[in-house]
């Protein structure tokens, strides 16, 4: 409250000459500046999750019926076919991809099979449900869920609180094509693919259970996004922190005996 009075009554003298003709202009331009500086700054910062809801309807509807997970919407899309009777696990199929940042320009050929594949399975009854997880779009989510780009998760969801079991399987960059994610299928993917049991696991893994999944995102992304020169300042002062603690300690010695008692010999 007093800092928030003290910035009023600092403030007025400013305000006071702003109302002079003499300096609105210079005033103005003060604030233009510090406008811009401010859009430069907040422009620097990578979106935590971006969202294009028009061409995900466009996948969603089009011949490839493919779903775009996003941080907002990946749980209730994957629930989504999911029946409350159902003893049957529904089969998903998930693309973990990125851009030039997260995959480094190389995920366009893997992306491109997936998209052919999701359209022979659009067309092809029993065939699993498909969606694309872009980590450079949703950078919070691949972080909570621990997924690195280049890998199709398969997920069997069944009406919850039941387990989701997932299989992971990375995919080669430059060679994969869709006869090849398709060869997955026909050979069984669990055979080829890997158990996801882990800490990240979406829905069985620890974090999930206890709601840690996306702060931890948000965290694991922030250290991400952080420069390296910043992260050894933080490193520094935790460190002088913790030693100068220490050395307080040792400085103050025992306690002084009560009065009436004899001191420790």
Known sequence: MRFATASALLSLPLLAVAE???YQAQFQNYLGQAQSLLDTITSKIPHPHRHDPVAAAEAKAGELNIDILTLGNWKDTLYGPVKPESTTPEEWWVLITGGNK???GHCGKI??????TAGKFAVTPGSPHTALLNCENQPVLCNAW?????AIWLFEVLPAPAPVDI???RLNLTTTTADDILELQKEGFKSKAKLHDGFFHPFNGPLAKNGLSTPVGYILW???ILPSWAFMILVSILSRTMMSNRMNQTNAGPRPAATGQAAPR
């Open 146 to 150: 621990s997924a690195p780009v280049g």
């Open 111 to 116: 992306e491109a099979a997936f998209n052919e």
């Open 167 to 169: 299989w992971t399987k």
């Open 222 to 224: 922030a250290f991400n």
């Open 20 to 22: 002079e003709p003499q």
């Open 102 to 104: 997260t995959c480094f």
